[in-house]
């Protein structure tokens, strides 16, 4: 079932009927799907914590309980290599082999198998890592003072719950997604199981946990991501990551290359 503005029937008034029944009144019960129903559609939405794009898909319909749950969709399988190295065009080509598939399936369990979260994940680790490798961040005068050891201006950062040095260093940007200070690498550490990460931040560089650590930011901001893309704005989808613009052309340019090159859906996972 997908229903949106414009579409006509019973199934409308049956959505209709659905979402005043949840609080939601689109208005007359009449089998079109005009603007009221599309406010009340988005209002729900918003509700349940789903994206707001007014249009009803598997997830919405399920939510409204006119659908049973719907399988996740997937387009991990049109992610290969030959495409992601037309993301990566500097990167060379072992790096992608080696790394692809652990990323990818980081991606499974947190359900960011969608193109729109496939496409985020790669694409920030373009930005930040355009070697497809795990790297440590390199000391500029962004984290580092003229005269002060490295990384001295993460040290006291409140908002990266670092708490004086050496924080700064010992919680400087690691893996594909360049995780960054204490309260990060607690969270998303204890988020995938590696409960050792603050006493060895240095293992967020290692493959298969860096994935999972890209796998669980990500997540952690899909909904304020995905209302991004929704309108095609990803210098914010980017900022939601990286708190500003850096690595922003290489961004764009792997997202928007890998929206033309990647099949919309291929298969679903259950």
Known sequence: MTLRIGSIGSEVAILQDALRAHGFNPGAIDGSFGAGTQAAVMAFQNSEGLLPDGVVGPRTATALGLAPPAPMPSVIAGVTVQVVSQMFPQTPLQNIKRHLPIVLNALVAPELTDKPMVLMSLATIRAETAGFVPINEGQSRFNTSPSGHPFDLYDNRKDLG??????????RGRGFVQLTGRANYQRHGI????????????????????????????KSKERAIKEALLHGDLATARRLV????????????????????????????A
């Open 162 to 171: 670092n708490t004086g040095a050496p924080d700064g260093e010992r919680y």
């Open 191 to 218: 988020a995938i199981g590696e409960l050792d990460l603050l006493t060895i931040p240095e293992r967020a560089n290692d493959p298969e946990i860096a994935a999972r650590l890209l796998a669980s930011f990500i």
């Open 242 to 269: 990286n708190g500003g613009s850096h690595g922003i052309d290489a961004f764009t340019d792997a997202f928007s290359t890998g929206d033309r090159l990647i099949p919309d859906v291929l298969e679903t996972v």
